[in-house]
């Protein structure tokens, strides 16, 4: 098992950035599919960007061009890099991670271990 923690999301004007952090508990490099995930109020919950154990990553294309994921293995954390803030972009965002079975870069794949969230919110 493996416990995720996020942070990093808070309040923006649209056009501005934020780096959100998730801290996994335990080294996920190599045995784990990693991703962010959005939901919005009143919306299904979305998968932004995927990442796999090679490095090789998967965007969602309402993002694309402004959402980055990375991960420090080393300290066990992934990043989403999110620039270029839209209003609609507004929503509680969420990390998780799932055993490697097949494709890491398939967003209908189930995924087993989730964060709490980090709310992020975009003003106009």
């Known amino acids: 098992q493996v416990q995720l923690v996020e942070s990093g999301g808070g309040s923006v004007q649209a056009g501005g950035s934020l780096r959100l952090s998730c801290a996994a508990s335990r080294s996920t490099s190599s045995a784990y599919c990693m991703g962010w995930f959005r939901q919005a109020p009143g919306r299904e919950r979305e998968g932004v960007v995927l990442i796999d154990n090679i490095g090789r990553t998967r965007t969602a294309d309402s993002v694309k061009g402004r959402f980055t994921i990375s991960q420090d293995n080393a300290q066990n954390t992934l990043y989403l890099q999110i620039n270029g803030l839209k209003p609609e972009d507004t929503a509680m965002y969420y990390c998780?991670?799932?055993?490697?079975?097949?494709?890491?870069?398939?967003?209908?794949?189930?995924?087993?271990?989730w964060g709490q969230g980090t709310q992020v919110t975009v003003s106009s």
């Open positions: 998780a991670a799932r055993e490697w079975v097949g494709s890491c870069l398939d967003f209908t794949h189930r995924y087993d271990y």
